[in-house]
């Protein structure tokens, strides 16, 4: 797809929506970083704008096609989320269904840094993860047990195409003998509905906002286990040590930050009962991070194998406490490079 037709997708989109006139051209840059949408900014006459388009087949190395619908799963999330949270998400500026593509308010980057190049550059606040996992159980604790909810986002096959299949999955196809116990968390999560998850609370897709994190990205968004977006957000914080290992003790410590204000706000349920399921579900997420359909992309060969052996002992050897992860994780780090 050519920047050019990229450009006409998004001004027919606009159109569409009523954000431009029909003499109105403007400027349109598209953006990196999705795999799975096409994303630009317009400069419309009115303001810019952030315009994002839901794609038949995500950019990544095997195949891996998702249903389109998954971009109108995003629009509710936002707008139900905005309601709870009001500036913790970009606002709906128009949508246009006929091809599952939406324009939200543009978030000026200088203002609005994104969380991955934070850490990235060794930038890892406890108090900036103590608000995305607070805001996260707001979230879960709002929507818990919630039948009209549960209806409205009853995205199964989105995230089985999305999520389920295409880490748990696909790992338990490249290890044969962890399949059982891969298939078996699968259908335990499919099966677990409670409140509202985002599905991809991931670094790339939190802003570090002047008034506090914004959560963006919710295409996976479902009706389900909720343990999923904690321990999809704990696995990055584990990895970022692989990554850049002389900032070890502030991931570590954004970790222990971020367990405790989530744990401090479950109230739908027991906090240990929800913990236990957080943990086995970070060791399939690292290990499908490594052998999935979407490997972190800043591992080299060794963080790789030294992420892959650490979870599938876990896979295989499932503990019930976040702490023991964390604990074992940095003294596995400690022998694996002293």
């Not at 269904?97 to 060794?122: N, T």
């Not at 790339?204 to 343990?227: H, I, M, Q, R, T």
Request: hydrophobic share 45%.
């Amino acid at each position: 797809m050519t920047q050019q037709t990229e450009e006409t997708i998004v001004r027919n989109t606009l159109l569409r929506m009523r954000l431009i006139d029909a003499d109105e051209f403007p400027p349109i840059i598209p953006l990196a970083g999705g795999v799975s949408s096409l994303i630009a900014r317009a400069d419309t006459r009115r303001g810019p704008l952030c315009v994002k388009q839901a794609l038949p087949e995500l950019k990544v190395a095997t195949h891996w096609s998702a249903p389109l619908g998954r971009s109108h799963a995003e629009i509710d999330w936002i707008r139900q989320v905005g309601g709870w949270l009001p500036g913790s998400v970009p606002a709906i500026i128009g949508e246009d269904r006929e091809s599952h593509a939406f324009a939200m308010s543009w978030l000026e980057p200088a203002l609005h840094p994104v969380w991955k190049s934070q850490l990235r550059d060794g930038i890892a606040r406890s108090a900036f993860a103590v608000e995305v996992a607070s805001q996260l159980a707001t979230i879960h604790a709002a929507s818990a047990n919630n039948d009209v909810l549960a209806q409205t986002f009853a995205n199964d096959e989105n995230f089985f195409h999305l999520r389920l299949d295409p880490y748990f999955g696909e790992v338990a196809r490249a290890h044969g003998d962890c399949a059982p116990m891969l298939q078996q968390l699968i259908d335990e999560t499919a099966n677990n509905k409670r409140a509202l998850v985002h599905g991809d609370i991931s670094p790339k897709n939190l802003l570090a906002g002047p008034s506090g994190p914004v959560f963006l990205d919710a295409e996976c968004a479902w009706y389900g286990e909720p343990a999923f977006d904690v321990a999809f957000c704990l696995c990055h914080l584990l990895a970022k040590c692989l990554w850049r290992p002389e900032s070890t003790v502030d991931f570590l410590a954004c970790f222990d930050a971020f367990v405790d204000a989530y744990l401090a706000g479950v109230r739908w349920e027991e906090p240990a009962a929800l913990e236990a399921r957080v943990a086995r579900l970070l060791a399939a997420i690292l290990l499908a991070r490594v052998d999935g359909k979407s490997p972190l992309e800043y591992l080299d060969e060794r963080g790789k194998d030294v992420q892959r052996q650490f979870a599938l002992a876990r896979v295989r050897s499932p503990v019930s406490r976040l702490a023991a992860i964390r604990n074992d994780w940095q003294s596995n780090l400690d022998h694996s490079f002293s």
